[in-house]
Each structure stands twice: as structure tokens, then as C-alpha cells.
Nanobody, 115 residues
Framework: QVQLVESGGGLVQAGGSLRLSCAAS????????MGWYRQAPGKQRELLGS???????NYADSVKGRFTVSGDNAKNTVYLQMNGLKPEDTAVYYC?????????WGRGTQVTVSS
């Protein structure tokens, strides 16, 4: 029943910006936090940032100052605003949601940053 769908990925030039969205749907209860991860080929999945239902955010050092996580509680949607994109940001970006004791994952959206 629960589904997370990422959108907004695509191809962008280095230095450009992109905004990803993640919409949660289905029977949703006790949502505690949502977050963004990314995974590049041959690398571990990396936590980029998260936001609690109360609006508190946290960021990885690698993206701090460039990426911003925000949320719309009414829409059960989180966003990832990415500025100053670099080729090394190229990866599949995943949305996650912690609801109760269960962690849900979206299918990911590809972000490719050209040099």
C-alpha cells in the first residue's frame, strides 16, 4: 500500500541546479522522518540529508551548503534542492521514509551531471 515515488531527475550541466521530489502515498501512519540517499556505481549508498516531521534537518558534509531538504507535511512530500551540481553528484537518488518501525524506499531517480 505504501509507495514512494521520486521525480525530477535528469541531465544537468555542472554548476546547474535540480529539484527532486518524493511523494508518499498509501496508508501512512506515524511518519517520523524522510531522507534522501544516493548511490553511484561501485559505491555504497550514501545518506545525503533528512528531515523529521517537525522540520529538523541534517546533512552530509559532502553536500552541506549545496543541497537543501525540505518538506510539505500536508502533501507527505519531501524535496531535495540541489545547487552547484558537480559531475561526482551523478548517481541514482533515492527517497526513504521512516514510518513507525518500518523504513520504506522509493525506486530511485537518475541524476546525471555533465562536465
Amino acid at each position: 500500500q505504501v509507495q514512494l515515488v521520486e521525480s525530477g531527475g535528469g541531465l544537468v550541466q555542472a554548476g546547474g541546479s535540480l529539484r527532486l521530489s518524493c511523494a508518499a502515498s498509501g496508508t501512512l501512519f506515524n511518519i517520523k522522518a524522510m531522507g534522501w540517499y544516493r548511490q553511484a556505481p561501485g559505491k555504497q549508498r550514501e545518506l545525503l540529508g533528512s528531515i523529521t516531521s517537525g522540520g529538523s534537518t541534517n546533512y552530509a558534509d559532502s553536500v552541506k551548503g549545496r543541497f537543501t531538504v525540505s518538506g510539505d507535511n500536508a502533501k507527505n512530500t519531501v524535496y531535495l534542492q540541489m545547487n552547484g551540481l558537480k559531475p561526482e553528484d551523478t548517481a541514482v537518488y533515492y527517497c526513504s521514509m521512516l514510518a513507525g518501525i518500518t523504513n520504506y524506499w522509493g525506486r530511485g531517480t537518475q541524476v546525471t551531471v555533465s562536465s
